[in-house]
């Protein structure tokens, strides 16, 4: 039968696309809230028609290799008129503002290193574990601040919260000149961990608050390859700023002139954001988004099954549920694995083997590494669209890879004793094979909690916060500076996580499995039946945009 509105609830259907920052009175598919009343529907009724109608002229069109290329290459090109354009508007303003801040806060996190060896250690007399505890302090900062955010963030407006973060940390970042001793470092770096630390988890939540399984990989990818952009201009960027002529003569040293400018780019980012986030599909009031798009919003959530924000509150009863699944278990040990492995690159033990043991300049030791960012960017992107093409159903085969590609990596470095060749293998190999591993893991969360809106919101930021809580310290004891440039305990150590990345892997694979089959027992469907709905019909004088659109589950 033909999709469209039934006129029973068109009206509630209006109030909720009105849209609104405060307004909560909405729920998830099953119902929409009005007026204190709950309207329950039927979870098959769309909120707009966007299923596509194939006429044979546009059948012979799709047969076409160029068609199939675009439709890999961008996942809108088969997708009804009225969603491509609301898709174009979404991946405009919702991707441009989280990879700019994103770029920005790394580079924000990478400027207090490179300050460190231009001027700020002999500026403020720094010495024995000064420049530690600060880095310590901004991490005590970044995990205090991981849940209390993310809570905040899913009873608010997102676009004033991110951006209120972006612009609390520029003027955080400003107030690095002002010091005038080490006290009052520590404090503001304490203050820069707090407000950084709901931007990476805010982001990949409301990330997977509006895409599909079919586009969601290569979304969360390009906002991590983002922050991999930012390390690979960090430096020649920063070493500018110390070497400009500007800073002759100035009454701020070359480093806090740095900080300066890292904070007037971080400025109006943090209003682009509050002008570009559009909040999550239940919750938008974005300008650029009409009626017609905000309904292709909710009807996109409700083809995957996915439960809408309704920004209720959390309770201890309901955080005190999500202990009683899996998920909470698994997942967050699973990238925790992932973060640890990548503590051997972060320690420069790659770098240390370069400077000490081959002897290379500083300029070959500095710039070699970038060929593992940009060939990282290169692999993982490639990964994401493999990934998306089938419906991120390829996510445990490329963590599989990636943890294979660790032992492979760092039981021969643990030996040491190796032909160099290999030895640069493996240096490059796993840190280029793990470039994929973030947004892999985090797309596995948000497609696989999707009909849980507040569980998935809660083990986002679980997941990103374990991982900090222990490569805060581990690093210092599996990779003592002392043991450079070998680190035989480090390597090791990462070999042994590679493997228990790989049974957490299997267990991850084989508990949603479980879960998917469990669904379809109970439900005698899948969760994303309609996901992808197009109907195969054939008539002569009928086209794309003009036929009733006809839906046929899959």
């Known amino acids: 039968m033909a999709l469209g509105y039934k006129n029973d609830y068109h009206s509630q259907v209006d109030h909720l696309v009105a849209g609104s920052d405060t307004d909560s009175n909405h729920g998830s598919n099953g119902h929409l809230k009005l ?44 997708k009804h008129p009225k969603e491509r354009s609301f898709l174009f508007k979404l991946d405009f303003f919702l991707m441009s503002s989280a990879m700019l801040g994103y770029f920005i806060k790394t580079l924000n996190q990478s400027n207090i290193s490179t300050a460190y060896v231009n001027g700020m250690k002999e500026h403020y007399h720094m010495k024995g574990n000064d420049y530690n505890l600060m880095n310590t302090l901004w991490t005590i900062g970044y995990i205090i601040g991981q849940i209390p955010s993310n809570l905040i ?10 951006a209120g973060l972006e612009i609390c940390w520029a003027f955080l970042t400003i107030l690095m000149i002002l010091p005038k001793s080490m006290s009052g470092l520590y404090a503001i770096r304490f203050l ?48 500018r700023i110390l070497h400009a002529s500007f800073t002759e003569g100035s009454r701020w040293k070359p480093f806090q002139w740095m900080f300066i400018f890292d904070a007037v780019i971080s400025a109006p980012i943090g209003f682009y954001t509050l ?50 699944t899996w998920h909470i278990w698994v997942f967050p040990w699973l990238f925790f694995c992932f973060r640890l492995i990548n503590v051997a690159y972060s ?18 030791y500095n710039i070699y590494p970038t060929g593992i960012n940009g060939g990282g960017i290169g692999f993982a992107i490639i990964c994401a669209y493999l990934n998306d093409y089938f419906k991120n159903n390829l996510t445990q085969w490329f963590l599989f890879f990636m943890f294979i590609s660790g032992i492979v990596s760092y039981a021969p470095l643990a030996v040491w004793d190796i032909n160099v060749g290999f030895k640069w293998f493996c240096f490059f190999f796993y840190n280029i094979v793990s470039s994929c591993g973030q947004s892999m893991i985090f797309s596995w969360v948000n497609k696989n909690m999707a009909y ?22 581990i690093s210092l004891v599996v990779f003592n500076q002392d043991d450079a440039p070998k680190f035989r305990k480090g390597y090791i150590f990462e070999s042994c996580i590679s493997v228990l990345g790989l049974i957490l892997t299997a267990t991850s694979w084989i508990l949603i ?42």
């Open 35 to 78: 007026d204190g009343e709950v309207d329950f529907r039927d979870e098959d009724e769309p909120y707009i028609d966007i299923t596509v109608h194939l006429t044979p002229e546009e059948l012979k069109r799709r047969s076409k290799w160029w068609y199939k290329a675009s439709v890999f290459l961008w996942d809108s090109a088969d």
């Open 153 to 162: 963030l899913h009873r608010i407006s997102a676009r004033y919260y991110l």
């Open 192 to 239: 820069i961990g707090l407000t950084e630390a709901g931007y990476f988890p805010g982001l990949e939540y409301l990330i997977g608050s509006w895409y599909s399984s079919k586009e969601l990989n290569k979304r969360s990818t390009l906002f991590n390859c983002a922050g991999t952009a930012a390390g690979l201009v960090s430096g020649p960027l920063q070493q």
């Open 275 to 324: 002008f570009a986030d559009p909040n999550t599909p239940s919750t938008t009031n974005a300008w650029y988004f009409s009626k017609d798009d905000k309904l292709v919003a909710l009807e996109r959530r409700r083809r995957i099954g996915a439960q809408l924000n309704t920004r209720e509150p959390y309770t201890f009863k309901k955080v005190k549920s999500f202990f009683n």
């Open 347 to 364: 320690s420069n033990g790659f770098q240390l083997w370069m400077k000490m043991d081959l002897k290379l300049t500083p300029y070959q």
């Open 452 to 473: 849980d809106d507040m569980k998935r919101n809660f083990l986002v930021v679980t997941t990103n916060l374990v991982s900090y809580i222990f490569t805060a310290w």
């Open 513 to 554: 499995k479980r879960d998917d089959e469990k669904y379809l027992k109970e439900h005698g469907r899948p969760r994303d039946i309609h996901e992808g709905e197009a109907e195969l019909i054939i008539e002569e004088g009928n086209s794309l945009e003009q036929g009733t659109t006809v839906s046929k589950r899959k």
